[in-house]
C-alpha cells in the first residue's frame, strides 16, 4: 500500500513539474503575455559600411512593401520564419535571422552579398559580380567599384573575372589605383589605371577545366603581374613620368614593352 501510494505521490510530482516547465516555457516564448505590441525594431547589417548593397531603411521597405515590418503590430501576429524568409528571397541577402524577445523587441540580423565588380559587356549585360562569384542584378546602387567590360561572358565572369577582380579589391593601392578590365575577343586581359594616361596589358589568364587549379593559376597569375607592374611604376615611371606612355605590355615574363604616346 505505501509503495503504491508512493509510487501514485511521483507521478504526480512528474506531472506538475512537466506542466510548469511547459507553462514557463510557453511564457518565455509568447511575447504577447508581457508585451502585447512590437515596439522597437532592431536591424543589424553586416558590411553595411562597406560595398553593400543594403541599408537598415531598405530592408524596413522591403517589409513595409510585403506587410511583414513588425513594428507596432502585436507580438503573437509577427512570424519571424515569414521575415527571414522574405529577406533571403532578395537578390543582395546571403543569411537573415529574426528572432522575437520578451520586451517586445524584434531583432533581425542580415549578411550581404558583397559586389566586387560591375560587369557591361559588349552583349549590353549590366550587372555585379560578387565575391563568391554570384550574378547580381543591376540596381540604382552606385559606388566605386571597378568596371568590368569588353568580352565578358557569365561564365566567364564567375570562373575568372571573379579571381582577378578579387585580387585587385582585397589590395587598397590597386583597389584605388585600377578602375577598369577590358577582356579582348581573345581574352587577353588589360586594365586602366586611374593614375596615368596608359592601358596595360597584362595578358590572358590561366586555363584549367579544374576550379581549384584554376583559382590558383589565375590568383598567381594577377598577382605576379601587379607585382612586376608595381615595380615598374616605382622604379621606371617614376623616373620617366606617368604620363609618357600610353600602353604597358607585361605579356612576356623577361620584359615590359612600352609604347610611348
Given at each position: 500500500m505505501k509503495l503504491r501510494l508512493k509510487r501514485i505521490l511521483t507521478v504526480a510530482?512528474?506531472?506538475?513539474?512537466?506542466?510548469?516547465?511547459?507553462?514557463?516555457?510557453?511564457?518565455?516564448?509568447?511575447?504577447?503575455?508581457t508585451y502585447p505590441v512590437c515596439s522597437k525594431v532592431v536591424i543589424n547589417i553586416e558590411d553595411e559600411s562597406t560595398n553593400g548593397f543594403l541599408s537598415a531603411d531598405e530592408i524596413r521597405r522591403i517589409l513595409e512593401r510585403a506587410r511583414l515590418y513588425p513594428y507596432k503590430k502585436r507580438m503573437a501576429d509577427v512570424n519571424p520564419r515569414d521575415i527571414e524568409e522574405k529577406l533571403k528571397g532578395g537578390p543582395f541577402v546571403k543569411t537573415a535571422q529574426c528572432f522575437k524577445t520578451k520586451d517586445g523587441c524584434v531583432n533581425i540580423s542580415i549578411t550581404q552579398r558583397l559586389p566586387i565588380v560591375r560587369v557591361k559587356n559588349v552583349a549590353g549585360e549590366d550587372y555585379y559580380l560578387d565575391d563568391h562569384g554570384g550574378i547580381m542584378p543591376n540596381s540604382n546602387y552606385t559606388s566605386d567599384l571597378v568596371i568590368a567590360t569588353g568580352y565578358i561572358s557569365k561564365w566567364y565572369a564567375r570562373n575568372y573575372l571573379v579571381h582577378l577582380a578579387k585580387i585587385i579589391m582585397q589590395d587598397d593601392f590597386w583597389r584605388n589605383q585600377v578602375v577598369q578590365i577590358n577582356v579582348l575577343p581573345d581574352l587577353g586581359v588589360e586594365i586602366v589605371p586611374r593614375v596615368g594616361e596608359h592601358v596595360v596589358f597584362l595578358g590572358g589568364l590561366p586555363q584549367s577545366k579544374y576550379p581549384g587549379r584554376r583559382k590558383v593559376l589565375v590568383t598567381d597569375f594577377v598577382a605576379k603581374q601587379l607585382d612586376r607592374l608595381g615595380k615598374f611604376y616605382k622604379y621606371g615611371l617614376s623616373q620617366a613620368g606617368w604620363n609618357k606612355y600610353s600602353y604597358i605590355d607585361l605579356e612576356f615574363d623577361n620584359q615590359i614593352i612600352c609604347k610611348k604616346k
Open positions: 510530482l512528474c506531472v506538475v513539474l512537466a506542466v510548469y516547465v511547459l507553462l514557463a516555457m510557453t511564457s518565455f516564448n509568447n511575447p504577447k503575455e
